[in-house]
């Protein structure tokens, strides 16, 4: 590692299901990482390894050159970022903030502006992969923002993802994840119709995703949330409520441009109604059990394990 690398010392607000993974692969790579979360407990592993533990966003952000965060909301966001205990009001001239929450391009955009006047550089960089992909360091990282914060920025990315791209000013990153957000939604509905089609006609969900996964219709939808859906597992790899939520902002977006996107739609009223009966917590996967209640298939019950 070169020393303009070791002389970063990264702070990381965020610990939940992927921040934990996410801040683990930078520790491990040798960065001096410091963290936040509202729950300190979920930081004990990193603690163990070596991290410092902070009370509070600006407490960390007097120390770190660079921060991340991976919280919930768009308003979680901008208490972090913009609060009078936030990251802009506290760092340091010349630090650089990277939001990898998926936000509203908006709030992006505000953030840069801010930053900037305080001589601090700002990336809006979400990811896609869940659980499975922060833990194994393979994320797909979406960046918006200036090319020379990229270019700081991205040995971190490296260390926690596989496919990255800068794709314009402050802002892109979050549009371009509204893209993959509406992608997902019409192919998770798609998997959990398809599969709940397959369960009532009595087939055997593993013969059959053995065979398709390997076709056209393969992706990780299919193989990865499809297999989960056919044993029942509903436990969150990306919480159905922080689903809404990024369907909700590209729902905006979309009516902002003046698109009528059905297939986004109808996914948003269908997760809508899941999470009003109980699945809130559960998976993304978990939809599969909205349609199981339909009739008397084979496949799993609206309980699940979870």
């Known amino acids: 590692m070169s020393s303009a690398v070791q002389a970063e010392r990264i702070g990381f607000i965020g610990l939940g299901i992927m921040g934990q993974s996410m801040a683990g692969h930078i520790l491990a790579a040798g960065y001096e990482v410091h963290v936040f979360s509202r729950t300190k407990e979920k930081a004990e592993a990193l603690l163990e390894a070596g991290a410092v533990w902070h009370d509070t966003p600006a407490s960390l952000a007097r120390v770190c050159t660079i921060v991340i965060t991976m919280v919930g909301y768009p308003h979680d966001v901008e208490a972090v970022y913009l609060g009078d205990d936030g ?87 979050q549009h371009t994840k509204m893209v993959n957000q509406i992608v997902i939604a019409g192919t998770i509905v798609g998997v959990a119709e398809a599969l709940s089609y397959g369960a009532h006609a009595g087939l055997d969900l593993e013969k059959v995703l053995g065979v398709i996964g390997g076709g056209a219709a393969g992706g990780f939808q299919l193989n990865v949330l499809g297999k989960r859906m056919s044993e029942g597992d509903f436990a969150p790899g990306f919480f159905v409520h922080h689903f809404l939520k990024d369907m909700g902002i590209a729902a905006s977006e979309a009516e902002a441009m003046g698109l009528d996107l059905r297939g986004l739609q109808t996914a948003l009223h269908q997760f809508g109604r899941f999470a009003e009966q109980g699945g809130r917590e559960c998976g993304t996967q978990g939809i599969f059990t909205l349609y199981q209640q339909q009739g008397q298939g084979a496949g799993p019950s609206a309980d699940g394990d979870e």
């Open 87 to 173: 990251l802009v009001p506290n760092m340091a001239p010349g630090g650089l903030v990277i939001d990898m929450t998926t936000s509203q391009p908006a709030l992006a955009r505000r953030i840069h502006a801010q930053a900037a006047e305080r001589g601090i550089a700002a990336l809006d960089a979400p990811v896609s992969g869940g659980d499975v992909g922060a833990r194994n360091a393979t994320l797909a990282i979406m960046v918006g923002g200036d090319e020379a914060a990229y270019l700081r920025a991205l040995p971190l990315f490296q260390v926690m993802g596989k496919s990255i791209a800068l794709l314009g000013g402050a802002g892109a990153g």
